[in-house]
Each structure stands twice: as C-alpha cells, then as structure tokens.
C-alpha cells in the first residue's frame, strides 16, 4: 500500500444490474488480494444503483417472472470461470432465495432477483476494507464520459457534478432507441386516427394501460416480451386466472372487462413453448455425440466458411435422431417428424394455413408434455440446448459464411432454438391458452403484416396469406435493436455526436465480406473506437451495446457453465484496478 500521503486514485462503473454487480464484486474481491497495492475509490453510478439496476429493479410488479430456474442463476464465479482473484462466496439465487420457500427448480420474479443483486452489492461493501477500496453509490444518470484516448476520464452525472476517473466501466444494457421507419409510420398513423401505438421497449417502460377499452390489438412478437405483456395487461384490466381442471389450460380467466382482443404473430410464427420443471440433474448440459466441441473446432477452421443448411443442419438431426434411438423413441427419429418439432410452419415459414389451431395446438402439446413431464419431449428440449450452445460456438468463432448466417441463422434458426430453449414458465403458457379459450387471442401465424389502412382508420393485420383483421391498436412486444445510430441514450448521442464510437461490422470465413451490426465497435473486446480509430482503452464496455465482440453473453450468469457475463466483470476490473493504480500490470 501506498503512504497515506499519495492522492487515492479513482474509477467508475456506469450501470448497476448484473454486469456491473459483477464488476465492484470482482473489484471488491481483487483487493483482498496480496497484490493490492494502493487505495482506490469506485464510484458506482446508476439510477437504480442498490435497487438491481433498471430491467431487475427490486420494486417491480411480481408478475413479471425470470425465464431461468433459481439454481441457474448466479453471481459468483466457479471452479468453470478458471477465476484469477479469490472466490470468498457461492450463494447462488436458489441459495438467496430458499428461505422464501422456493426451490432450485422454481422460476422466481425478477424483482427477486433485484433483491439478490442488492444483497451480493451490499455483500461486497461490507467487505470492502475503506483503506483499500472504497464503493462511493451516486443514484444517478451518467450523460457523458470525455477524456483522451489514454488517459484520465470525467464522468458528467445528471446532477450537473463531474466525476474525475482513471478508467470507466460501461455496463449499459439494452437500451433505449428511436423508433425504426416502419415504425414511425406505425405510431404516425396512431396520431392521425387515433390509434394506439406501443414500439419496442423493455415491459416496465411499456403504458399497457393505453391498451384498455381497445378493441382489437395486433401484437408483433411471440417471444418473452409477448408472455410479459400478457402478465402485465391482464394485471392492469384486473382481470384474474382461476383454476379449472376442465379446460386444457388448466385455468379459467376472468375477464376485468376492459381487455382487448390480442391478434398475434411474427415474422416465423413460432411461439415459445414452456420451459419444463425438471429435476436437478437434468439442468446439467446434455452430452453430445455428434456436434461435439471438437467438430466444432474442426468445422471452424474451414478457409471456404461453412453453410448451416448443408454443413451443420445434417449434423443436428443426427445427434437429434442418435439421442431418440437410444431412449427408444424411434417413431420421433425421423427427419420429416424432428422438421416438424424445431419448424411447425415449415422451414421457412411457408405454411400458413389453419394458423390459429396449429399455433394452439403447438401450445397444448408442448403444455402437456412439459408438466407430465413427457421425457422424449424433454429429451429433445435438452439436445436442443446443448446444439444451440454448439451453434452459438461457430458463430462466435466465424465460422459460417456471411451468406448463411443471413439466410438459416438470422433467417430461422435462431428462432427455433430460442422457442424452444427460452421459453418462459409454464403458469404463462396456461395463462396465455386460457385467453385463447376466453376469446382473446387469435394467432396469425408466420409472415406477420401490418399495414395502414387509411380509409377504415385502422391497422390492417394479417398473417402471411390469411384473413385481414382490423385493429385499432399495435403493441410491438419485443425489445429495442442493438443499432447505435439510433440509440437515445444522452452518454452514446454525446460519443457519437463527438465521433467518438462507431458501428462495429462482422466478417466470415470464406469470402470475408463484412456485414455492418448495429454494436459498438471495439479494440480487445472492451475499448471503444472512434471515427478517427482513436481506441479509448480508459473505456471499457460489456454486455448489449458490444454484442457483435462479445456474442453469445446472456443476461445472468449460471453456474458451472464458465458465464460470459463473471469472466468479462473479471476481466474488466483487473483492467479498472491496474488504471487506477491499484494492481500492477498490463
């Protein structure tokens, strides 16, 4: 340590969700290290900051629920992060939360696990040695962070105070944006016919309350924001589920008698199936035999890239067909019977005929089968997952050609495994039927249109090459783009406006064309780089707005699994003590 005498040197995190937890946590834990050489102050910097940041913010409605089990969900790096600085804690969230009488297999609320991101922050606060390493909260925006390239930083808060740091960590999340052409055009023609009209944004952003008293509402998206939006709007028209053992559902919804009436889809008509309850051990990653890392590996390294349809495809219906072999389901094995599971309305979404009952139906089969539970149902969730991880290897590797991750990743794939592999608890998916059986849902379909129809003052919705419904209301139920030009946030438009970032592209195997992303492009995974190519290495961001550098990083951590998100936070507080003086070191 130095004299007591020396300037204590100082550093900053912007943002205080999981990311940014992370970071002070893995700080807080450097500096019990030996190496600690110096006092330094952090100054943790967000709105919600104690509270679990702005998506897991504590005080949020209960209806809104996590799409994870407890025991998949830490904040504590593992033996599987190969962690650097001590590891002094294990709490997982099942562990936090297991005297409120959930276990490890129960799907908690997200305001829960705002508590716990509270409880690992005050954790490592009152861990932290003040001579050492002192945590200094301010609950506010931080609207600009200007400095050289390679050197000190001021951080301009909301407040009008400027913070003087040595380097900056950015944990930003998903973030808010202007609205896209087509949906300008949307929310325009609200304003003239005196419709509603709800774009893309996080659910505790959303005014679901507008939705009321409409009569008929298209909603663009069928995934996790959709099953938010039906908790939230059947909570805000006081409406109520009761039991029922008479319906498929399982549940009887009693209208509070302002609901309107959903008209739902998306561009590939796949809705979420339910996430099965399933004992520990099935949580494990499944072991594949086919797609294994090593043909990964071997499949990464083709100078000619490689195309999922031809290269990839076959292999995932082999592992598929291998695993139901093996159980005895033969009569799933074939490839006509699995094209059917991963794509009910085709490979590319081209059927669209009796789109209402196959969705439905897609639905009841996947509700049945996650509560039985059915274990070659649950068989083939768990290969899924355990390819999607595959998949998302060669990805992140670059390993396909620009050509089919436009065409089999982006174009379909991603929203096969995400309906199968993200899916939310079972209660929405009873939930959502039980408004079917109400009378409040209809389903579209793939190939979702929403046009304008001027003269009826409405928005003119169908599905693909089905019915046009009238709908005096659009909610767009899914979240913003990662797209940096048209991110609202104050501290980006400064960076931007200064030619301070710029948009980060993507470039294959193969013909190495480059394909521009909406993320911020970076040097070394973290530090920004300007138009000029200046790389601000006092700047270090993770999460959303990188997504391009850093692929792959889902929004919690689980355990055992080596999670992006810990290694980053590692990562990115060695680099913000080593800056500010407290480690020695590159």
Known sequence: ?????????????????????????????????????????????????????????LDQPDVLLMNTTTCQTTMYP???CHAVLPSRHSETLADFLAGEGLGPSDFASRAAHGRYLAHVLATAEAEADPARLRIVRHAFEAVDVTGPGDGPQRVRLSDGRVLRADAVALALGHLPTALGPRSQQLADAAQRHGLVHLGPASPLEVDYEALLGREQVAVQGMGLN?????????????????????????????????????????????????KP?????????????????????????????????????PLMLAELRRALREAGYDHLAGDEALTHLLFPFGRRGEETAEAHRRTRDVLRGSLAAATAPDPAWVLVYRVLIALRTQINRLIDLGAYTTESVRRDIDGHLRNAFASWASGPPVLRVRQLLALEEAGLVQFTGPRLHIDIDEEAGRYAVRGGDGPTTLCDGVLEAHLPAVDLPAYRSALIGAWRERGEVQKDSWASRGTRRRMLTGSIAVDGLYAPIGHDDTVFERRLLVGVPVSTAQPGSAITAEPGTSPQLLRHAEAVAVRLARAGGALDGE
């Open 226 to 274: 959709f099953y938010d939006a039906i908790g939230m709007l059947t909570t805000v028209a006081g409406g109520q589920f009761a039991p029922d053992a008479h319906s498929p559902s399982g549940l009887r919804y009693l209208p509070g008698g302002q609901e309107p009436r959903l008209v739902v889809g998306s561009r590939s008509g796949m809705v979420y199936r339910p």
């Open 78 to 80: 593992d033996a599987s």
């Open 277 to 313: 309850a399933l004992p520990t051990a099935q949580l494990e990653p499944y072991p594949l035999q086919v797609l294994t890392g090593e043909r990964v590996l071997e499949l990464a390294v083709r100078p000619a890239g490689v195309d999922q349809e031809r290269e990839v495809m």
């Open 1 to 57: 340590m130095t004299a007591a005498t020396d300037p204590v040197r100082t550093v900053a995190v912007i943002g205080a969700g999981p990311r940014g937890t992370a970071i002070v946590e893995r700080l807080v834990a450097a500096s019990t290290s030996p190496a600690w050489r110096a006092p330094l102050t952090v100054h943790l910097i967000d709105p919600q900051v104690g509270r679990g940041g702005a998506v897991w913010r």
